[in-house]
């Protein structure tokens, strides 16, 4: 099994972050992952994309055109990269920001107020760990404990409330997740 | 042996540290960058000197002197950054002294772009300077191998007293992957190493290095480096040769692209294709015998593939050719970079094209 997920938003949106934490889930799961980052030279702003690739076998190329997941955090990233999902796959947006209609319906579509919930939660700062919450809820393609185990070791030199407040959005994304897969 | 998730620049910098690297000096630039972060507060630990140079012929003058001190001495930079230290680098070749140059290459010419290219292959390989020098190119596919050559750098350029280049791109220096990090080398760090600037006791004479040498000496030295770049191509050579035993087709592609081609290789086996992939781990020395020793009566294409237009490999490849078959090629340039779906279908055209 190798699957092959994008990360496309902003500068600040945690795009590079969420990336890095569901690779790195992924190698403490013993499975094989990269994590390849693009972006611009802007600093803060600007469009950042990651892909990450989850495979059991060695990754041969980390370099695809196509993914089976995209993970769409605003209105620019979702146009100009919701082409490159693959016949069949999985489209996940942050109906906080995007909303033109969806004009492909090869793909599943998995909305989720990012920026609303992450904002109830009391902090946009944890959109990114909403966003991994619904890719375990409706792809399973990590375990949540071995995810929490990456956010407690993540968050250990933090204040506590921190790691707290990431799991209440972890929580809240699997059930936006498991919903969309019922 | 440890396992770790590291990025690319902090890969190859850890396994500097632990091939024996005891001193850096650089100027910034992208993607190569996370380098010089990472030895900054690195280097320091293990009694090393890090240097943040004024500019990149600064630096690149700072490693020649590091060098002639005895340390085991780098710098990096990415292609706009190489072009400024090949004055420095042609001085190192001349006087004969040790150093790793790593260049995370991005688009070019000129300025070009930040985002990854293996744009400069010609210059890594045939001119790092002027003068007619030449100096051992490694090119690593992966970060394990990324990690496995630079930490092994030194032992080449201390053995050959000369420049050595790891040349990666922006993709390598930006990805992150599971690495398996070697142990730290025990490195014995004095100046009574043959190359190094001093008078040592039990030595006959001082060790001198001097940019005049008088023109029958230069001549010597020219003829016995041209020895030692024939000792690299029988001895040194370092080559992925993969399915090519039955192949009627052969990529040859290096680094990033070599994987992208690789994964194409496997796709069109499975549908049958006799197709295999020649992967230059060291391009200087080039690997030569691996494609003059193709069976020409069975290959019916070559097909170079690499991140840059034109491609530049070529000229290389069409050496051990000899015109025996048609050799194709495909590329990106300029910070687009391979894909899959792109390298597979301009592979299915060339073979269209040979049948």
């Given at each position: 099994m190798k699957k092959s997920f994008v990360f496309s938003g902003s500068?600040?949106?945690?795009i590079m972050s969420a990336g890095i934490m569901l690779a790195h889930t992924a190698i403490d799961m013993s499975k094989h992952s990269t994590f390849l980052p693009e972006y611009g030279p802007?600093?803060?702003?600007g469009s950042a994309k990651c892909t990450v690739i989850i495979s059991d076998d060695e990754i041969?190329?980390?370099?695809?055109?196509?993914?089976?997941t995209l993970v769409a955090m605003n209105e620019q990233a979702y146009a100009k990269?919701?082409?490159?999902?693959?016949?069949?796959g999985l489209l996940v947006l942050n109906s906080s920001r995007v909303k033109s209609g969806l004009d492909r319906t090869d793909v599943r579509v998995l909305a989720v107020p990012v920026d609303d919930v992450a904002l109830e939660l009391g902090?946009?700062?944890?959109a990114n760990t909403v966003i991994i919450g619904a890719l375990i809820g409706s792809t399973?393609?990590?375990s949540k404990e071995v995810f929490i185990k990456s956010l407690e070791d993540k968050f250990k030199?933090?204040?506590p409330e921190v790691l707290e407040l990431n799991l209440k959005a972890l929580e809240k994304g699997i059930a936006y997740g498991e919903s969309h897969k019922k | 042996m440890e396992k770790r998730f590291m990025k690319g620049c902090e890969a190859i910098a850890e396994a500097a540290v632990r091939g024996g690297c005891r001193f850096f000096a650089g100027y910034p630039i992208t993607p190569q960058n996370e380098i010089p972060e990472y030895l900054s507060w690195r280097l320091p630990e293990v009694g090393g000197a890090f240097v943040q140079g004024e500019s990149e012929v600064a630096s690149i003058n700072m490693v020649y002197g590091a060098s002639a001190s005895g340390k085991r001495a780098m710098t990096s930079s990415s292609g706009p950054g190489i072009s400024l230290k090949a004055e420095g680098i042609s001085y190192l070749a001349s006087a004969q002294l040790p150093a790793v140059i790593v260049n995370v290459s991005r688009g070019g010419?000129?300025?070009?772009?930040?985002q990854p290219a293996q744009s400069d292959y010609l210059q890594a390989t045939k001119?790092?300077?002027?003068?007619g020098f030449r100096a051992m190119v490694f090119a690593p596919a992966t970060l394990q191998e990324a990690v496995d050559v630079m930490y092994d750098a030194w032992e080449y350029a201390e053995r050959d007293r000369g420049p050595v280049l790891v040349l990666m791109d922006g993709c390598l220096g930006a990805i992150m992957e599971e690495v398996t990090l070697p142990p730290m080398k025990e490195v014995n760090f004095n100046?009574?190493?043959?190359?190094?600037?001093a008078r040592v006791d039990g030595r006959e004479e001082s060790h001198m290095i001097t940019p005049i040498l008088p023109e029958p000496a230069l001549e010597m030295l020219n003829k016995f480096k041209g020895m030692t770049y024939k000792g690299w191509e029988m001895n040194d050579v370092k080559v992925e040769e993969y399915l090519?035993?039955?192949?009627?087709y052969v990529v040859v592609a290096y680094g990033i692209a070599a994987r992208v081609a690789k994964e194409a290789v496997n796709t069109l086996r499975a549908e049958g294709i006799k197709i295999g992939m020649i992967r230059p781990i060291t391009l200087y020395p080039f690997p030569k015998m691996s494609l003059d020793g193709l069976d020409y009566d069975k290959v019916k294409g070559i097909i170079d593939i690499e991140?840059?237009?034109?491609?530049?490999m070529r000229d290389d490849i069409e050496l051990q050719v000899k015109g025996r078959c048609p050799v194709y090629e495909y590329g990106r340039s300029g910070g687009m970079l391979l894909d899959d779906e792109g390298v597979l279908s301009a592979i299915k055209e060339f073979i269209k094209e040979g049948e």
């Open positions: 500068g600040g949106q945690g802007e600093q803060r702003g041969i190329s980390p370099l695809t055109k196509k993914c089976d990269f919701a082409e490159s999902v693959k016949e069949g902090s946009v700062k944890v399973g393609i990590v030199t933090k204040k | 010419p000129g300025l070009g772009s930040i001119a790092l300077g002027h003068g100046n009574t190493k043959d190359w190094c600037l090519i035993d039955d192949a009627e991140m840059t237009i034109p491609t530049q």
